[in-house]
Structure formats: structure tokens, C-alpha cells
């Protein structure tokens, strides 16, 4: 893999900016990275807000060929990827909550935000990441960031650098039947999801079950009344395990 990657000290947003490259056919590879964002976009309509020079804000444009309902499972290979780079950078190993936010305990450490873009160059998928490196922003007691977890200060570029190289390895795994088993495995593994009881609220209904695997398309298999039903980030509203909805 060829990764050339732009650095913007400051960018609105580097999955905005890497949508309308890959738009204009720009190659697989493709990476943008930024000091600051300053309309940084989370998952749900939400802002990604962090102090400048304080996290990993980054995306890469990715093309496999997978089918659009496949497309995610790139982006959990990109989280797959990230929770490798920061074990070996810094020994946190944080845990994944489905679909991707990466989590230590129950605060959250990084967000994925993958868009699926349609160019002439066919089917692309921008996997946006933000990692907490010294700063958990400002959502308070619900985030932590390397520093706070591990004391080790990495320095961005570092870890996008590395990051990289576990994404080129795990690219490689998409390409096939066997690679694509073995990374559901992976993020069967890490996901603190499975096993508990989760309710999923879709445009028009809700549903309770409790969450017992990945597919092999990503997709997340919850049990519910008895019937196994698949659920992928696209239909999902919101993911909350039945204590957090009974918080409420
Ligand atoms: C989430 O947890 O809701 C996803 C957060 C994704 C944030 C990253 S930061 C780099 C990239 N650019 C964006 O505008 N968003 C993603």
C-alpha cells in the first residue's frame, strides 16, 4: 500500500475533506490528518470537538472489494487497527463497544466515523478516527486518553505512523474469505459488547436482546424473544446496554 498523507494544521473536518477527494477518484491510501478540526463529526449528527494538537484526528480512504454492506467491516478493521497501534505504543489495550468506539472501562478512549462514498472510481469508504492522546475533551467523565490511562505522552504523528502499518496488514486480510474470518474473530474478541444485554433503538422501533456475535459482515446478532436478528451501524440509532437505558 502506497499511503500518501496530507497534514492540515487546521481542517473543518478530515473525513469532510477525504469524502470529496475520494469523490474525485482520489486513490486507496489516501490519508488526512489535522492538528485541529474545527467542525469535527461524530457518529449520529454529533460533534467531534478536541483541543488542538491533543488527539489523533485523522482518516483513511480505503477501496476493498467488498459490497456496501460489507464496507464496515473495513472500519472495524481500522479500530481493530487502532486498539493494536496503541498496545504497542503505550500497553493500553483498550476494548471495542460496537460498532467502534474504543474504550477503557467504560470511558471512551476513540470514535470511528466510516462514510461510505460513491465516486467514479466505484465504492470508497473514509474511516475517520479520533484518538484522545492527552486531552479527553470535553465530554467530562465519560472519556479518558492515553495520557490519563498510561501516563506515556505519543505524539500524533507517531501513531498514525504505526497505525498504518497495522491497517496495511489488516487491508490485506479484507481481500479474502479466510482474512475476513479471521478479522470477525478478532473483533468478536475484542467487543465488551457481546454477552450483554442491549437495546437498539431504530428509526421506528426499539429492540432488547442480548448481543451474542459478529457476522461476517459486521453485522451485530442479537437475540431477541428467542430469534436472532442482524443489525448493522447504519440501521442503528443508538446501542445502550439495558443499565444504561434504565438509568434513564
Ligand atoms: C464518534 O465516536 O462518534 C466518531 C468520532 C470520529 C471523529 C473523527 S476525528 C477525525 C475524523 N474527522 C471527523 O470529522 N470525524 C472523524
Same mark, same amino acid.
Given at each position: 500500500m502506497i499511503w500518501r498523507v496530507e497534514h492540515f494544521e487546521e481542517i473543518d473536518s478530515t473525513n469532510s475533506w477525504l469524502a470529496g477527494?475520494?469523490?474525485?477518484?482520489?486513490?486507496?491510501?489516501?490519508?488526512?490528518?489535522?492538528?485541529?478540526?474545527?467542525?469535527?463529526?461524530?457518529?449520529?449528527d454529533r460533534k467531534w470537538v478536541s483541543p488542538p494538537g491533543s488527539a489523533l484526528l485523522c482518516s483513511i480512504l480505503l477501496r476493498p472489494s467488498l +459490497?456496501?454492506?460489507? =464496507?464496515?467491516?473495513?472500519?472495524?478493521?481500522?479500530?481493530? &487497527?487502532?486498539?493494536?497501534?496503541? @498496545?504497542?505504543?503505550?500497553?493500553?489495550?483498550?476494548?471495542?463497544?460496537?460498532?467502534?468506539?474504543?474504550?477503557? +472501562?467504560?470511558?471512551? =478512549?476513540?470514535?470511528?466515523?466510516?462514510?461510505?462514498?460513491? &465516486?467514479?472510481?466505484?465504492?470508497? @469508504?473514509?474511516?475517520?478516527?479520533?484518538?484522545?492522546?492527552?486531552d479527553a475533551g470535553p465530554d467530562g467523565v465519560r472519556a479518558t486518553s492515553v495520557l490519563d490511562e498510561s501516563g506515556v505522552t505519543i505524539a500524533p504523528r507517531a501513531l498514525l505512523d504505526i497505525l498504518l502499518e497495522e491497517v496495511e496488514f489488516r487491508r490485506a486480510?479484507?481481500?479474502?474469505?479466510?482474512?475476513r474470518e479471521s478479522l470477525r474473530q478478532e473483533y468478536e474478541r475484542a467487543l465488551v459488547t457481546l454477552g450483554q444485554s442491549v437495546r437498539i433503538e431504530l428509526v421506528n422501533a426499539v429492540r432488547s436482546g442480548i448481543a451474542r456475535g459478529v457476522d461476517a459482515s459486521g453485522q451485530l446478532m442479537v437475540d431477541v424473544d428467542g430469534t436472532t436478528m442482524s443489525f448493522n451501524a447504519g440501521d442503528v440509532i443508538h446501542l445502550r446496554s439495558s443499565e444504561e437505558a434504565s438509568r434513564d
Open positions: 477527494e475520494a469523490k474525485d477518484g482520489a486513490p486507496e491510501g489516501t490519508v488526512a490528518y489535522a492538528d485541529f478540526q474545527s467542525a469535527g463529526r461524530g457518529r449520529l +459490497g456496501a454492506s460489507e =464496507l464496515y467491516l473495513a472500519v472495524a478493521a481500522v479500530a481493530l &487497527s487502532a486498539r493494536a497501534a496503541l @498496545v504497542r505504543l503505550s500497553g493500553v489495550r483498550p476494548s471495542l463497544k460496537w460498532p467502534n468506539d474504543l474504550l477503557v +472501562g467504560e470511558q471512551k =478512549l476513540a470514535g470511528l466515523l466510516g462514510e461510505i462514498v460513491q &465516486s467514479t472510481a466505484g465504492l470508497a @469508504v473514509v474511516v475517520g478516527i479520533g484518538i484522545n492522546l492527552s486480510l479484507l481481500e479474502t474469505a479466510e482474512g
